[in-house]
Each structure stands twice: as structure tokens, then as C-alpha cells.
């Protein structure tokens, strides 16, 4: 969703570097090529069936995944991004983990990393752009809970068109997000690289993701963006596996945000979230 916003840099992490265990080798993916952005709600903030976030793609890139994720107040959840694939295609992915059943033209089955179904759409990412990612709760019936992934935008003449993704079903206990459990994820999902530098450049600016009880009705945000990186890897630029990433905090329109760079040499990903912060 487009807007005008202020950024301010409040605080900028060191590096995270990742190195793994052992080389990847061949066409393995990049290993601990992420990072991840932490939310606090209140204590009291109550399960929610509905949780939305503006998301900027400042630099989309190749196998590139930037996500919002949740667990149900019972069992997993989900995650609903915007994405690039190798070829540097865009789309827009809603996933459920153990969902049963899909409404959508373009939803299936996944497995591998745990089992469930996704919702695909092509999309054009506009790096300028502010969008809207929403999951919310829909019917009940006899085979569990119906949940539906939307992407808003505006308009140029101020309107906001909302697209549907897809819909999934899981099991009747499924029927509430619990807000302790929201994080952001942006990840390089590529083949393994020669070097941890070498991993494509990219950044996203996180607003307060929002849940609300109702499905219509008035949301809560949430508050203290705190990055985090898979613990003990680090990335220099010369580590087999890993990427290089930046967390720079920022004040948004709706509230405190996170600027996530990942990828890239060290400088080269300093100087990108240093100009998205307006330094």
C-alpha cells in the first residue's frame, strides 16, 4: 500500500553471518541464508481472527521470500508473503501448515519441510509500494476451519483493491491466532553460493503487524520490532554458507518498523539500509 512514511534509524545490528556445519555442496540450497524480525503485543492482547501488515519490497530479489507468520492458538499456522523465484519472477504465496483442503486457481500440496497446502498468484512487485498482507478467519465446517490470504493496494486515484490469494482448511482447532507467535521472515532460498556475500542483495521495510478479534473490526499493533539471525552463524562475506543482514529499526506512519537487509558484501548491504533509513 503506497503511503508517505518516516524513517528514522534507531539502531543498526551488527552483521549476521551464518556458518554452517559442513560446506553446502552442488545445487543445495544457501544455508542459514535469513533473518527474522520479533513482535511484542500486550499481555492481554486476545486471539485473533484477523492479522494484517504493510510490507515495502524496497529490493526484491532472486529466490528471495519475504513472509508474516503465525502459529494458531492450537498447533501451527502459516505465513503469507510476497516472493521472487530463481529466474526473478514475482508472486504472492498464502500457506498453511496440515491444511486439508483449498479454494483458489492456483493451490496444492507441500511437503518437505513439514506437510500442508499453499495459494500461489503472480504479482509485480513495485519497490516503491507499501502492501497489505491480510489472513483472516472465514466459515466452520464439518471438515475444520476455513481461513482466506489477501494482498491490498492503492490506487493512484486513492482506491484500495483487495485480491484474494486463495483460501485453506484446517482442523476445527485452528480457529485463532495467537499474537505471541507473529514474526516477519526474509530468506534467500537459492542454490548454495561460493560465498556467503554472494547471496543476491535484498530489503524490506516491516510496519506493526495488526490483529484484530473480528474479522471486520478495529485491529491492535503491535510494538518493539527486535531483529534476530539463526544463533552462532555469522557470514564475513567469504563463509560457504549464510548471507550478510542488517536490522535497522525505523518509525513508520502507524508506529515504530524494521528495515531487513540481507545478502550482499558487507558494505553493500550497509549502504542499502543506511539510504532506506535516510542517512
Not at 516477519?184 to 530468506?187: A, Q
Given at each position: ?6 524513517l528514522?534509524?534507531?539502531a543498526l545490528?551488527?552483521p549476521?553471518?551464518v556458518?554452517?556445519l559442513a560446506?553446502p555442496?552442488?545445487a543445495?540450497q544457501?544455508l542459514?541464508?535469513?533473518a527474522?524480525?520479533d ?11 484477523r492479522?494484517?501488515?504493510?510490507i515495502?519490497?524496497?529490493a526484491?530479489?532472486r ?5 508474516l ?7 501451527e499456522g502459516g505465513?503469507?508473503?510476497l ?6 519472477a ?22 518437505g519441510?513439514?506437510v ?7 504479482w509485480r512487485?513495485a519497490?516503491d509500494?507499501f502492501y497489505?498482507?491480510?489472513v483472516?478467519?472465514g466459515?466452520?465446517d464439518?471438515g475444520?476451519?476455513w481461513?482466506s ?5 492503492r490506487?493512484a486515484?486513492?482506491r484500495?483493491?483487495?485480491?484474494s490469494?486463495g483460501e ?5 482447532s485452528g480457529n485463532?491466532?495467537?499474537?505471541a507467535?507473529i514474526y516477519?521472515?526474509?530468506?534467500f ?6 560465498a556467503c ?11 506493526p503487524?495488526?490483529?484484530?478479534v ?5 485491529a ?7 531483529g534476530?539471525?539463526?544463533?552462532g ?5 567469504a563463509e560457504r554458507?549464510g548471507?550478510v543482514?542488517?536490522?535497522a529499526?525505523v518509525t513508520l506512519d ?7 537487509t540481507l545478502g ?7 549502504a542499502m539500509?543506511?539510504r532506506?533509513a535516510?542517512?
Open positions: 500500500m503506497q503511503r508517505i512514511y518516516r528514522f534509524l534507531i545490528t551488527a549476521f553471518l556458518l554452517g560446506a555442496a552442488g543445495d544457501q542459514w541464508a535469513a527474522y524480525v513482535w511484542t503485543f500486550a499481555e492481554d492482547a486476545p486471539s485473533a481472527a492479522v494484517e501488515q504493510e515495502r519490497i524496497a526484491p530479489a529466490a528471495s521470500f519475504f513472509t507468520n503465525w502459529d494458531f492458538e492450537v498447533g505465513y503469507i508473503g516472493q521472487s523465484d530463481e529466474a526473478g514475482h508472486n504472492l504465496r498464502f500457506s498453511l501448515w496440515n491444511a486439508t483442503s483449498a479454494r483458489g486457481a492456483a493451490c496444492r500440496r507441500f511437503d519441510e513439514g500442508g497446502m499453499t495459494c500461489e498468484l503472480p512487485i519497490p509500494a497489505r498482507v491480510r483472516v478467519r466459515a466452520a464439518g475444520g476451519q481461513w490470504g489477501w494482498i491490498d493496494t490506487e486515484d486513492g484500495v483493491v483487495q485480491t490469494i485453506l482448511r484446517v482442523g476445527a485463532a491466532i495467537n499474537p507467535t516477519n521472515f526474509s530468506e532460498w537459492g542454490d548454495a553460493v561460493g556475500q554472494d547471496v543476491p542483495l535484498s530489503a524490506a521495510i516491516f510496519a503487524p495488526r490483529v484484530s473480528s474479522v471486520t473490526g478495529g491492535s499493533a503491535a510494538s518493539n520490532p527486535v534476530r539471525r539463526p544463533d552463524h555469522v557470514c564475513n562475506g554458507t548471507a543482514s542488517r536490522h529499526r502507524d508506529g515504530p518498523g524494521m528495515i531487513l550482499g558484501s558487507l558494505s553493500a548491504n550497509d539500509a543506511r532506506l535516510g542517512r
